[in-house]
Each structure stands twice: as structure tokens, then as C-alpha cells.
């Protein structure tokens, strides 16, 4: 079997190139990637030699054409990925989430290629704290931010052309993931990032709201079962039963690395910022089998601190330009 995987220099992508090629010989991987500021091609480095690396754009049909036409299987990674960017800029989002995803969508077509659409549980839009519901795949598309509705418009494209077009599909919506490899915007690498430079750790609002972690592994386990067993034209959500509040994972950050648990300040909200999101993986466990290894969070974490401590390499080149964006926000 052959593989394209987009966005496969980003933080999940990235991950899910290497569990392949560690798990599964038989999967030859090409991966488009246009290498935005999220994108990095050293995190294919323990790859090396082993994966077909394309440098270009899922917006711009030609190349996607060309490299579709030789797969069996498309795995869609790539997109703009964070919340407060997609507040200060939405173009980008449109462009990559939605035009991105018809021009793959309009190639698998053509060349009826199996496609998997990657994307997350925020098109649900977000939870009361004290709701004993979570999101199942009945659950109304309600998103909030430019972000999330690019990501629900793009799933809507793909459930369109499944059922106008016959397209063979299938969807996951996941929740939040963390692991190594992550960009240093992101929560828990940002966190981890600012204590190991003696920098405060910096909690949007009240610090309650919730946030249902899931180590990328897991996520990237359940995408190959639903890719081998799953029913085409379904969605399957991801999820690992890891609600925390983004207090409790800050001071659990701060403690794994000796720091007082209270060592961190308060700062303006994130417009708009969801409360909380849980996600119901019943559907996905039952019907497919699949169970998280990483069912252990604070474990999890404990391991992704040491990565970002063994790593500054890899990190220490995004960091400034990070934190000059989130200083112009106030957060
Ligand atoms: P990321 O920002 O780390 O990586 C995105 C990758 O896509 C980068 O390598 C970037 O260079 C590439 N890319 C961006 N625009 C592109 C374009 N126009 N053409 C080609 N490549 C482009 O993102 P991530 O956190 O790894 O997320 C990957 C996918 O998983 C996204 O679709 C995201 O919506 C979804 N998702 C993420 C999470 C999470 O917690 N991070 C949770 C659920 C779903
Ligand atoms: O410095 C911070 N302080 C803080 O309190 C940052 C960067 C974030 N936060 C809060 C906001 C959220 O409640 O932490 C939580 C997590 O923030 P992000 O890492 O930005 O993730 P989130 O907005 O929840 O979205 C993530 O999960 C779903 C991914 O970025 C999305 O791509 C995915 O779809």
C-alpha cells in the first residue's frame, strides 16, 4: 500500500509518518507538506530515507493531482491548526482547511483513491463544565471559532462528496493531543517551554476550563483502525476519557519540573474560548476494537516534559517568534 500523507512535517502528521514506517513495512509513505511556520522538516529526521518527502501546497490542485494519481490511500493532516492565530488572521484557514481539502477531495475523486479526513472534536463547538454529556457523532455542528468552523466546513465537503459522489471516506474528529513533536504554541509545550526558560506559565481566564487529552499515539492508532475496519461514509470520534482543567495540567507541569504548584499567572482570556470539550469513543471502541495504550495522563505528560528537555534543539528555533505573537495578544 502506497500513502500520501499531508501535513506530515506537522506535529501529528509527523508522528503518525513514524509510527508507520515503525509498525507497518508494508506502507510506502509520500508526504505533502508546504512547510508553514507549523511545519518542520526535522521532525521526519528519525525517518530519513525511508519516506518520499513533497514540498507544495494542498491548495494548489497540480501538485495534489500528481501525487494522488500514484496513491491508494490519502490520510489528510495537513491544515491551520491554531485557535489564536486563526482570531488575529482567518484567511489562512479558509484557504488550507477548505480549499485545501476540496481540491484532495476533487483528486480522489478522479483517481477513486481511499481518503481519511483528519479532524477535531472543536466543529461541536463546547461544553457546560457541569454537563454530564459528551460528544458523540450525533452531536450538532456548533463551532466557534474561525478555526473550528473551517475544520466543520471541511468535514461537511467530505461527508458531501461520500454520499453525491461516492468518494470512499471516512472522518475522525479527536481531541486534544499531546506528545513530542508539538509546536511550542500549543498549551503543554508552550507551558513546558516557558519553565525551562525560568518563564511563568500563562493560563487564559479563569484557568477552568476543560480540555479531554489524548497522547498522539492514540490518536494515530484509532486513524490506521479506522482506515483498515472502519465503515466507509462514517464519522468516528477519538478520545481517551483525559478531561483535565488547563489548572490542573499546569500545575501538574510545574510540579513534574520541581517548580511550586502555584508558580503561574493569570492572563486575558482567548476570545470566544470554549469551556469545555469530552468526547464519547464508544463507537470507535466498540465497533473497531481500538483501546488507548496512554491511558495514564500524568505518565504521559511526565514523558512529554522529558522530550521537550531532551530536545531544545528542535524547539529553541520557534520560540522567540512564538512568544513576540502571543505578546502582541497580551497573553
Ligand atoms: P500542526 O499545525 O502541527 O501541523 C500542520 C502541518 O500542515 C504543518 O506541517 C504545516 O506545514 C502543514 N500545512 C499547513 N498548511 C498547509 C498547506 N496549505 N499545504 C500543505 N501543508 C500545509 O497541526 P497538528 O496539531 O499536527 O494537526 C494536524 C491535524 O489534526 C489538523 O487537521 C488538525 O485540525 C487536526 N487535529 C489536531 C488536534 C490537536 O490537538 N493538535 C486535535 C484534533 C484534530
Ligand atoms: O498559553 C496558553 N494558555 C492557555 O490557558 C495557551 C496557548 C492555551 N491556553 C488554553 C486554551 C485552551 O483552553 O489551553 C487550552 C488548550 O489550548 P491550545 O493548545 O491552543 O488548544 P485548543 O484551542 O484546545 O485546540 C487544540 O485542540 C483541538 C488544537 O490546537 C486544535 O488543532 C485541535 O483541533
Redesign the pocket.
Given at each position: 500500500m502506497h500513502v500520501l500523507v499531508?501535513?506530515?512535517?506537522?506535529?501529528?502528521?509527523?508522528?503518525f509518518v513514524h509510527q508507520t514506517v515503525r509498525e507497518r513495512p508494508d506502507v510506502r509513505v509520500t508526504v505533502?507538506?508546504?512547510?508553514?511556520?507549523?511545519?518542520?522538516e526535522r521532525?521526519l529526521e528519525p525517518v530519513e530515507g525511508k519516506v518520499v518527502f513533497a514540498k507544495?501546497?494542498?491548495?494548489?490542485p497540480d501538485i495534489v493531482d500528481s501525487l494522488v494519481k500514484d496513491v491508494d490511500l490519502v490520510v489528510?493532516?495537513?491544515?491551520?491548526?491554531?485557535n489564536d492565530n486563526s482570531l488575529h488572521d482567518p484567511w489562512?484557514f479558509l484557504?488550507?482547511?477548505i480549499i485545501?481539502t476540496y481540491q484532495l477531495l476533487e483528486a480522489v475523486r478522479r483517481h477513486d483513491v481511499r481518503y481519511h479526513?483528519?479532524?477535531?472534536?472543536?466543529v461541536y463547538g463546547d461544553l457546560e463544565l457541569d454537563d454530564p454529556a459528551k460528544f458523540t457523532p450525533e452531536t450538532p455542528y456548533n463551532p466557534s471559532s474561525p478555526?473550528s468552523s473551517t475544520?466543520a466546513s471541511?468535514d461537511l465537503l467530505v461527508r458531501a462528496w461520500a454520499r453525491s459522489f461516492g468518494v470512499r471516506a471516512t472522518i475522525?474528529?479527536?481531541?486534544?493531543?499531546?506528545g513530542p513533536?508539538?509546536?511550542v504554541?500549543?498549551f503543554i509545550p508552550r507551558q513546558i517551554t516557558n519553565v525551562i526558560d525560568g518563564v511563568r506559565p500563562k493560563l487564559y481566564g479563569s484557568g477552568e476550563n476543560v480540555r479531554d487529552w489524548?497522547h498522539?499515539e492514540d490518536?494515530n492508532s484509532a486513524v490506521w483502525a479506522i482506515v483498515e475496519r472502519g465503515r466507509l461514509g462514517e464519522t468516528y470520534l477519538?478520545g481517551a476519557d483525559g478531561e483535565e482543567s488547563n489548572k490542573t495540567v499546569v500545575e501538574d507541569i510545574l510540579e513534574i519540573m520541581g517548580r511550586p504548584r502555584d508558580a503561574y499567572d493569570l492572563v486575558s482570556d482567548r476570545p470566544g474560548h470554549d469551556m469545555r470539550y469530552a468526547i464519547d469513543s464508544t463507537k470507535l471502541r466498540e465497533e473497531l476494537g481500538w483501546v488507548p495504550r496512554y491511558e495514564n495522563f500524568r505518565t504521559g505528560l511526565e514523558a512529554t516534559v522529558a522530550w521537550y528537555q531532551a530536545n531544545e534543539a528542535w524547539w529553541r528555533p520557534q520560540k522567540d517568534a512564538t512568544e513576540a505573537k502571543y505578546a502582541q495578544l497580551g497573553r
Open positions: 499531508t501535513g506530515g512535517a506537522g506535529f501529528i502528521g509527523s508522528n505533502l507538506d508546504a512547510l508553514t511556520y507549523a511545519g518542520d521532525s507544495g501546497d494542498v491548495a494548489d489528510h493532516f495537513a491544515a491551520e491548526s491554531h489562512p484557504r488550507t482547511n485545501g479526513h483528519i479532524s477535531t472534536d472543536e478555526y475544520k471541511s475522525s474528529n479527536c481531541s486534544n493531543n499531546y513533536y508539538q509546536h504554541e500549543k489524548i498522539v490518536h477519538i
